[in-house]
């Protein structure tokens, strides 16, 4: 099968989504989860110009991983190779776990060759802010079905990702990131309702005594929280600032950003 961008995107996204479901592993010494990454450059540096950006792609969640293993040569080597072939993506620079990088000069460096234009920024901010609210969701989710009677499975709703054709290639790169992350959260979320449904449709085969009035009421009002859930998440939909320019400059300084919490 030959390789498109679209077939190497969907590749990356499967690639990100076991990193997120097997974080541990992905940092464990001798399982760097870096394989797929690195598979994704080779076939995308095969695509020539149109698969530049998959390659900082590739690069750029190395460099993550290099930066959670504290292997800082091979995390600015990473960054300089994702920043080269388009990276701009300076809000995710201002992370937690990569601003002990800021005192770095090589890292300044590499910070200060990055370009981006106010529209972009502004969906970096709105990715970035979305995978911190579908974290925050799937969690309170997760408190919300301790104790459902019903046998009922629930979705985790998800913002629909911006279509607006980006200034530059990188914020694509950040669009995979929220839609892998959406989707190892849906995944997670669906994978421990189906065990307490299918624990619950055992119990209620094997015991007289299940409260079916109440799994009744447990059933609506996960109904109902479903709705308010997706009525907000269809809310956040990203809506492009009018006038927002398109010019491209240099990011805000280093350090200038505070990460969406």
């Not at 200060?112 to 709105?126: G, N, P, V």
């Not at 459902?148 to 499975?153: F, K």
Request: glycine content about 6%; proline content about 5%.
């Amino acid at each position: 099968m030959v390789d498109t961008v679209n077939s190497l995107v969907a590749r990356l996204h499967d690639v990100l989504v076991g990193l997120l479901t097997d974080g541990a592993a992905a940092v464990a010494p001798g399982q760097d989860g870096s394989a797929g990454l690195r598979d994704v450059i080779a076939r995308a540096t095969a695509l020539g110009p149109d698969g530049t950006w998959l390659v900082a792609a590739g690069h750029s969640n190395l460099f993550g991983l290099a930066v959670a293993r504290r292997q800082l040569d091979q995390a600015v080597f990473h960054l300089d190779s994702a920043v080269a072939a388009g990276f701009n993506d300076c809000v995710v620079l201002h992370a937690a776990p990569i601003r002990p990088l800021h005192h770095d000069p090589r890292f300044r460096a590499l910070y200060e060759r990055m370009r981006i234009t106010r529209a972009d920024l502004d969906e970096l901010f709105w990715l970035h802010r979305e995978m911190q609210i579908m974290s925050r969701d799937a969690q309170q989710a997760s408190v919300d079905n301790i104790g459902r009677l019903d046998t009922g499975v629930s979705l985790l709703p998800q913002a629909p990702l911006p279509t607006r054709e980006p200034n530059t290639h990188g914020v694509l790169i950040t669009r995979i990131d929220l839609a892998a992350t959406q989707t190892a959260l849906r995944r997670a979320a669906v994978k421990a309702d189906f065990q307490r449904s299918s624990g619950n449709t055992s119990l209620s085969l094997v015991d007289d005594t299940w409260d079916h009035p109440r799994a009744r009421y447990d059933a609506r009002h996960a109904d109902e929280l479903d709705i308010r859930r997706q009525q907000a998440a269809d809310a956040r939909a990203f809506v492009e600032r009018p006038g927002a320019d398109t010019a491209l400059v240099a990011c805000p300084p280093l350090g200038s950003i505070t990460y969406p919490g």
